[in-house]
């Protein structure tokens, strides 16, 4: 391609296209393009593009160019100018014949005798500026101001615009799938399972909590109907619940499996509603193996938990540290044959660990949090939680009684095991499930 003012020089160029009657117009004079389009026959001419090379400044006015159209010759939007700061941007010839407004961000059209303006998909973007702006007389994609409000005009800096247009493009493939699967499973529906349901049952849609959840998230539940509020609600009810049967599945394989400690610290990272559930208090994410004190004028001895919470009410710490399924929690042999089990060196280890850590933790708050992001946290004699091993490993009545004495008897520190981990999941599971059917019985 070639820009046409390498052959021009600096005189005005027309070309005509027969095919619908346009002609554009294309001048420079003293660093600046000025595109028009114009119909003589009906007497209409509007300048289209303007380019100010010396300030890197490029106004479009993207209007209708079919002839045939009730819309011809009008403006495409509301909003009549859109301005471009901070681009080098030029008008060229197209392979194809016509030419083309080159340097434009990555969702705008380029060739003129179509109008210019957005594509079809991005065209979201104006009315949504409409929709809450509806004085909004400009437009301006900066590479030189932040997105800002300045009396009529709307300004998205570049880096905001692609931020948006990526997140369109993401919102518009998740749905369009989602469109395609509808529509495919209604042209089966019609055609196999009406011919032959026995041969060709109905299809089972695998269930997509990415798509259910955009669309509830921003749902006003205050205004629907009673009935569709209960519906909504088992809508999502059901995706949680698919949502948590595939995290117990996934679970109860990391449980039967030997797997290194780094396993299950990588699981809870990429799950943190389970460290929640197990917690069992409104405990969020903190800091995946944080610094809490306790370091040495060496450099030595520094206490790094595998997670540190924070209560989203009081912002009260809570220290998490986990072991594998397949430590031991008790010594083999009986204490002198009483019938007693002491705890093993690997849960008293443990333990030990986790009070050290809560020891430096309340001690050196103050010194932690000064050069801290957030200093919106505490440490109010913090509670501690502990997950390791299996009960399954205690194997007579007399393990499971001691393991339980010593357990209980511990002072804010709670223990607990893995395969009591995946029952606690799998009654809230059937607990959720009772409710959902009961509310369609409701319902029906």
């Known amino acids: 391609m070639k820009n046409i003012f390498d052959t021009l020089d600096n005189s005005d160029f027309e070309s005509e296209i027969p095919s619908d009657g346009n002609k554009i117009t294309l001048k420079e004079n003293e660093g600046k393009i000025e595109c028009v389009i114009e119909n003589e026959s009906k007497d209409l001419i509007h300048s289209i593009v303007e380019i100010d090379l010396n300030n890197s400044r490029t106004t ?13 010759f009008k403006s495409k939007y509301d909003i009549k ?39 079809k998909k991005y065209k979201i973007l104006i009315n949504t500026i409409l929709k809450h702006f509806e004085k909004c007389d400009k437009l301006i994609i900066s590479n ?26 993401r919102n518009h493939d998740l749905f369009y799938k989602e469109g395609q699967i509808a529509k495919q499973s209604f042209i089966y529906d019609n055609i196999f399972y009406y011919l032959n349901p026995t041969k060709f049952p109905t299809l089972k849609i695998p269930s997509r909590k990415e798509v259910i959840y ?36 996934e679970f109860e ?13 990588t699981f809870f990272e990429e ?6 559930f197990f917690s069992g208090s409104p405990y969020v994410k903190f800091k995946n193996q944080a610094y809490v004190g306790g370091k040495s004028f060496d450099n030595s001895n520094g206490q790094y938990p595998d997670f540190l919470q924070k209560h989203k009410l009081t912002n009260n710490t809570f220290i998490i540290e986990i072991k594998t399924p397949q430590t031991t929690l008790l010594d083999k042999t009986a204490y002198r044959d009483t019938g007693i089990y002491n705890p093993s060196k ?54 499971i009684r001691s393991f339980e004495l010593f357990r209980n008897n511990q002072k804010n ?32």
């Open 60 to 72: 479009i006015r993207p209007i209708n160019t079919l002839t045939e159209s009730f819309y011809y």
């Open 81 to 119: 100018e859109i301005v471009f700061e901070g681009l080098e941007t030029s008008i060229e010839e197209l392979d194809s014949g016509g030419y083309g407004l080159y340097g434009l961000p990555t969702g705008f059209t380029r060739t003129i005798m179509f109008g210019l303006g957005l594509e």
């Open 144 to 169: 030189e101001q932040q997105t800002s409000i300045l009396s009529n005009d709307i300004i998205i800096s570049y880096e905001d615009f692609e931020k948006i247009r990526r997140g369109i493009d």
């Open 214 to 249: 955009k669309v509830l998230r921003n749902t006003d539940f205050s205004k629907i109907s009673k009935s569709d509020k209960s519906s909504l609600s088992i809508l999502k009810d059901t995706t949680d619940l698919s949502y948590l049967s595939i995290l117990m599945n």
């Open 253 to 265: 394989e990391k449980i039967n499996g030997n797997h290194l400690e780094s396993t299950y610290q």
């Open 271 to 276: 799950n943190p509603l389970l460290l929640t």
């Open 346 to 399: 690997n849960l008293s280890g443990s333990i030990t660990q986790l009070l050290t850590q809560k020891y430096q933790l309340e001690t050196e708050i103050s010194t932690l949090i000064k050069n801290a992001d957030d200093r919106n946290v505490e440490a109010y004699n913090i509670q501690t939680l502990l997950i390791i091993g299996n009960l399954s490993s205690l194997t007579s009545k007399e393990m």
């Open 413 to 444: 520190l709670r223990i607990v095991t893995y395969d009591e981990c995946l029952e606690q999941i799998k009654t809230f599971i059937s607990l959720l499930s009772k409710s959902i059917d009961e509310c369609e019985n409701e319902i029906i």
